[in-house]
């Protein structure tokens, strides 16, 4: 039973957390997930994804578009996204050069997610509305 065959993937997790060919488990204190976890369901990162939905932006548009975000943190949400794999920055050869920013394919998927998230929340605005006044109210 001492194989590594007969563990089970929890009891391999927990002997090495930090061992890359393991299992994602998100609830892991070092799971890798986390800081991705972080970085898609943030405020900006969702805005800046579901955004990139509707297709290609360059920073300026972007930026427009998720309204109360500051170049500083669009710039970081963006580079955050990036390294991760969810957005691909590509810099165009005109003069000045223009930076356009697209979902990859993961990008897409999470991106679909979170727009499916939004819609609900949305939908269900009013009912969120009464459920705070009443919170607030007791």
């Known amino acids: 039973m001492g194989s590594i065959e007969a563990m089970t993937s929890r009891q391999l997790r927990s002997a090495d957390d930090a061992d890359p060919t393991l299992e994602a488990d998100v609830f892991a204190r070092n799971c890798r997930s986390r800081p991705v976890l972080q970085n898609v369901a943030s405020r900006w990162g969702a ?7 509707e297709g290609p ?12 975000i500051s170049e500083r943190m669009l710039s970081q949400t963006l580079q955050a996204l990036e390294r991760d794999g969810m957005i691909h920055r590509e810099v165009q050869q005109t003069i000045p050069p223009r930076v356009e920013y697209t979902l990859t394919g993961l990008g897409a998927q999470v991106a679909d997610q979170l727009y499916g998230l939004i819609a609900i929340l949305e939908d269900n605005i009013d009912v969120i509305s009464a459920a705070q006044d009443t919170y607030h109210r007791d």
């Open 47 to 53: 805005l800046a994804l579901v955004a990139l939905r």
């Open 57 to 68: 932006y360059r920073f300026s548009a972007l930026r427009r578009r998720v309204d109360g």
